[in-house]
């Protein structure tokens, strides 16, 4: 079955810098990449998706790229501040799997001010 | 719109205990899932449903039952509660049309269980 390895486990930045989380998955069926934010105490949210069509998609401050050679994908954040501070968790969805995605374990982003 | 519904937020059982963990979702969508989220695990699917009247085992069904009592509604049934069943459930909600489609699914407030 499909396996989602996520690095780093813990992500220390200072306000203004940038933040990458990287992915890797193991079934070359996936096609649906989402990536989800939990803020303490919160339900996850989707923050950015991308299908494997696609290399790259920007929404303001973040984006995903994905590589389907290499089967990874990666989230960049740039200018953080204080209330990009979360988990953040990718995951993908295999072809044909009504919708069923597999986690990564998540990433703890601090942003420092 | 309440989006997704979960009851109750919070939940301790005694070891053997029985209890069913509500969810209901209001957006008229078709497939449901349950998720428990462990520290360092990240989200286990534990059963899905793609439509009213089925349902389907995830990566961790051991231990839970499900029913997909309409369209609306999805509840989780722990029929002999263990100490490694302590978690914190997620119920999530999407609108799959078919096996080509990619949409977000929006999660519940979450179920805080403590097994003792």
């Known amino acids: 079955g499909e396996n989602v390895e996520q690095h780093p486990s813990t992500l220390s930045v200072q306000e203004g810098d940038s933040a990458v989380i990287k992915c890797t998955y193991s079934?070359?069926?996936?096609?649906?990449f989402p990536w989800y934010k939990q803020e303490l105490g919160k339900r996850p949210q989707l923050i950015i998706d991308?299908?494997?069509?696609?290399g790259e998609k920007k929404d303001q401050r973040i984006a995903v790229t994905l590589n389907k050679t290499a089967k990874h994908f990666s989230l960049h954040i740039t200018e953080t501040q204080p209330e990009d501070s979360a988990v953040y968790f990718c995951?993908?969805?295999?072809?044909?799997?009504?919708?069923?995605?597999?986690f990564g374990k998540g990433t703890k982003l601090s942003v420092k001010p | 719109n309440a989006g997704v519904t979960q009851t109750p937020k919070f939940q301790v059982l005694k070891t053997g205990q029985s209890m069913t963990l509500q969810c209901a979702q209001d957006?008229?969508?078709?497939?449901m899932y349950w998720y428990r989220q462990d520290p360092g695990m990240g989200l286990r699917l534990i059963y899905y449903?793609?439509?009213?009247?089925?349902?389907d085992k995830g990566e961790v069904p051991n231990g839970y039952n499900v029913s997909r009592l309409n369209k609306r509604e999805f509840s989780l049934r722990l029929e002999s509660a263990a100490p490694s069943q302590t978690s914190v459930y997620f119920c999530?909600?999407?609108?799959?049309?078919?096996?080509?489609?990619?949409?977000?699914?929006?999660f519940g407030p979450g179920t805080r269980l403590t097994v003792l």
């Open positions: 999530a909600s999407s609108e799959v049309l078919g096996l080509a489609t990619y949409n977000e699914q929006f």
């Open positions: 079934d070359s069926a996936s096609n649906y």
């Open positions: 991308i299908r494997s069509n696609v």
């Open positions: 995951a993908a969805k295999r072809r044909g799997s009504q919708g069923n995605l597999i």
């Open positions: 957006m008229n969508h078709n497939s």
């Open positions: 449903s793609a439509s009213e009247g089925t349902t």
